[in-house]
């Protein structure tokens, strides 16, 4: 006689099947959730104090120089405009310090698909989305190459009174539609990175 306490072979595997079933229907629901549920983008729609002007500078030669600087946190790249047309150019000039109307915030998100761009390509000085091919100069302007109907979108950039680069986040603006170059690029507009 079986005591009524004693599981039965066919019972266990019932129950350790019902419970296999269970995890993975809970795993489906959950993954499925997952997918549904809007991507929160972290950081969006702040603003950020990236560092004094002058120390920035001094912090980032690079920066002074017309490369870009990536700033995570905003999810940017900083670009001194004026040094960087003279980098695109390929010009060894030194730039005076950017004033507040120089300086513009691309926001590293491809205007197609929204991958993120990858940092300035050296050999050409430009800027190329690896998901899908999308080119821009380093102004973050659309150039030929890709899918992408704009060029980069930006973000607005404040300075304040003591010099401090402030990147806001809940004003995006729009890239130039493609075409709209503001200077001419010395490497012709269909090469990208590769």
């Known amino acids: 006689m079986l005591d009524a306490r004693t599981i039965t072979r066919r ?3 019932r ?3 019902g419970a296999g079933v269970g995890l993975l229907s809970l795993e489906f629901v959950g993954g499925t959730l997952a997918f549904l549920w809007p991507n929160i983008t972290e950081g969006l729609g702040a603003t950020f104090r990236v560092a004094r002007l002058p120390d920035l500078l001094a ?7 017309g490369y870009p600087h990536s ?6 790249f900083l670009i001194n405009v004026p040094a960087a047309r003279a980098l695109a150019r390929g010009d060894v000039v030194q730039s005076p310090p950017p004033s507040a109307t120089d300086l513009v915030a691309l926001w590293r998100k491809c ?7 990858p940092d300035l390509c050296e050999s050409v000085k430009r800027f190329e989305c690896r ?6 100069n380093i102004l973050g302007e ?3 190459r890709g899918p992408a109907p704009r060029g980069m979108d930006r973000f607005a950039v404040l300075v304040e009174r003591d010099g401090t680069v402030v990147i806001d986040t ?3 603006l729009f890239g130039a539609p493609e075409g709209v170059v503001t200077f001419t690029d010395p490497h012709p507009s269909n090469v990208g990175c590769s």
Not at 59 to 65: E, G, H, I, L, M
Not at 71 to 76: D, G, L, N
Not at 111 to 117: E, K, Q, W, Y
Not at 131 to 136: A, E, N
């Open 11 to 13: 019972s266990f595997m």
């Open 15 to 17: 129950r350790v099947l």
């Open 59 to 65: 912090a980032d030669p690079d920066f002074a120089r």
């Open 71 to 76: 700033f995570t946190a905003a999810r940017s």
């Open 111 to 117: 205007p197609h698909l929204g991958c993120m761009v």
């Open 131 to 136: 998901c899908h091919g999308s080119t821009f």
């Open 142 to 144: 659309k150039l030929e």
């Open 170 to 172: 809940s004003q995006v």
